[in-house]
């Protein structure tokens, strides 16, 4: 794929959604932290649910440690991998009230060294709550990267230096934004929608589907 292409194929998404956010639900950097490690191998919407209950509780690192791990586990107990989740949300309280003052800490070192905390998460946060220009790498945008032909890489980090190397500054803020939600909703895992994909006659995918009926 060349240049001109994924220019194009940019600039379509950005037309077709120029203010692109996560489909998490939250109101501050903290928020936003807990609800991005909450999401590990669970829906948005699974998290959504949670939250909507959690957050008008407890919604400071403060706040959630006073509900200690039993208690926080009680809010978010219908998403997938609640208990390590509850233990790693309670620790990483603690260490952003002990070395942070209870904020959100505007450093990949600082938070990449918060338990449940790893690079996408990172990146995630420092997109979302701070405008850096990151792109997190998930299933989505993996599969998307990979199958467009956009920037095929073997793994997660692989895909991240390509996107970062091919995508102009201009759409770095707001691109892995398009591309998750273009792997939800359109180049979906088992059977892509291509017939009502805006950048079908871009993609270098070679078993293209056809519309269904």
């Known amino acids: 794929m060349n240049k001109d292409k994924r220019r194009q194929i940019l600039e379509r998404l950005r037309d077709a959604n120029p203010h692109p956010t996560t489909e998490l639900e939250y109101t501050t950097p903290f928020e936003l932290l807990v609800s991005v490690i909450l999401s590990a191998q669970a829906t948005d919407v699974s998290v959504n649910k949670a939250t909507a209950k959690l957050y008008p509780v407890a919604n400071t690192p403060e706040s959630i440690l006073n509900l200690g791990v039993g208690g926080l586990k009680e809010y978010i107990k219908t998403i997938g991998l609640y208990n390590g989740k509850a233990e790693n949300i309670i620790k990483t309280c603690a260490i952003l009230l002990e070395k942070h003052q209870g904020k959100v800490p505007e450093n ?14 990172a990146n995630v946060v420092l997109n979302t709550a701070f405008g850096w220009p990151t792109i997190a790498v998930d299933t989505h945008i993996f599969r998307v990267a990979n199958r467009t032909g956009f920037a095929p890489g073997k793994d997660v980090n692989e895909v991240e230096d390509k996107l970062l190397r091919h995508v102009p500054a201009e759409f770095k803020q707001d691109v892995h934004h398009w591309l998750i939600l273009h792997g939800r909703y359109t180049c979906i ?3 892509p929608r291509c017939g009502s994909c805006l950048i079908e006659d871009l993609c270098e995918y070679k078993d293209k589907t056809e519309p269904e009926e």
């Open 108 to 121: 990949r070192a600082a938070l990449e060294a918060l338990p449940g905390v790893g690079r996408k998460t």
């Open 189 to 191: 895992a088992r059977k």
